[in-house]
C-alpha cells in the first residue's frame, strides 16, 4: 500500500508544472504624453517573474502573464515609479474618454489606412502625385497626437494640395510598430512626402515643423 502511494506522488509531481502563473489584467490611468506607453515596457520586462504583457490602447488594459508568486502590488508599484495609476481589473482605464479622430472637412483628401495596427509595406505607396502627402501615425491613448489631429483639419480646411493618410498604431508591439522599427520611438510620428518626392519625418508633437515641411521646397 505504501509503496502504491509512493508511486502515486512521483507520478503526481512528474506531472505538477513547476512554477504556477496567472494571467491578470490591469486598467491604467494618466496615459496622455508623447510615448507613454513605450516608457513603460522596459520597466515592466524588469519584474522578475513577469512572463509577457499586452497593452489595448482602447481601453487603457495591460493583460499581463506572471508567476503565481508575484503580487498584485508589485505591477501597481511599477506603474505609480512612472506616473501612471494601475487597478487590478478591467474597465476602469482610460479607454472611455480615448480621443477618437473627428470628420475631417467635407472633400478633404483623407483616408484611413490601418485601425488596428496592420503592417502596410512601403510608405512610398501611400505618396499622392501633385499633393503634400501627409502619412499620420497616431494611437486612441496619445495625448499629443489628437493636436496634430486637430491642426490638420485646419490644415485641410484650407489647402486642397495636401492629402492625409491615417495610420492608428495602436500599440508599440502591433505588426506596424515593429515593422516601421526602430525610426518609431514615440508617438505622433509624421511623414510627410513633399511633391518634389523629398520626405520629411516628424517625431513628436511639433506644429512648426509640420507646416515647415508642408511649404514648397526649391
Known amino acids: 500500500m505504501k509503496r ?22 490591469y486598467s491604467v490611468q494618466g496615459f ?4 507613454c506607453e513605450a516608457e513603460v515596457r522596459p520597466h515592466l520586462k524588469e519584474i522578475k517573474g513577469l512572463k509577457k504583457f499586452a497593452f489595448d490602447g482602447k481601453k487603457y488594459e495591460y493583460t499581463i502573464t506572471l508567476a503565481d508568486d508575484v503580487p498584485d502590488q508589485t505591477i501597481v ?7 501612471y495609476k494601475a487597478i487590478v481589473g478591467p474597465g476602469q482605464g482610460a479607454g472611455p474618454d480615448a480621443y477618437k479622430p473627428q470628420p475631417y472637412p467635407e472633400g478633404a483628401d483623407v483616408t484611413f489606412v490601418t485601425e488596428k495596427g496592420e503592417a502596410v509595406g512601403d510608405l512610398a505607396q ?16 496619445c495625448g499629443p497626437c489628437r493636436d496634430v489631429d486637430r491642426q490638420l483639419h485646419v490644415i485641410l480646411g484650407d489647402r486642397k494640395d495636401v ?17 516601421l522599427g526602430a525610426k518609431l520611438t514615440k508617438l505622433p510620428f ?3 512626402f513633399q511633391p518634389n518626392g523629398k520626405r520629411k519625418e516628424i517625431v513628436g508633437e511639433a506644429p512648426e515643423k509640420l507646416l515647415a515641411a508642408l511649404k514648397a521646397q526649391p
Not at 32 to 35: A, D, H, N, P, V
Not at 77 to 83: L, N, T
Not at 163 to 179: G, H, I, Y
Open 4 to 25: 502504491n502511494l509512493g508511486i502515486a506522488v512521483v507520478a503526481l509531481l512528474a506531472v505538477s508544472p513547476v512554477f504556477a502563473e496567472r494571467v491578470q489584467v
Open 32 to 35: 496622455s504624453c508623447e510615448g
Open 77 to 83: 508599484d511599477a506603474f505609480k515609479k512612472q506616473g
Open 126 to 141: 501611400f505618396r499622392v502625385d501633385g499633393k503634400f502627402t501627409v502619412l499620420d501615425f497616431y494611437a486612441d491613448w
Open 163 to 179: 492629402a492625409v493618410r491615417k495610420f492608428n498604431v495602436v500599440t508599440f508591439e502591433s505588426p506596424l510598430a515593429k515593422e
Open 190 to 192: 509624421v511623414v510627410v
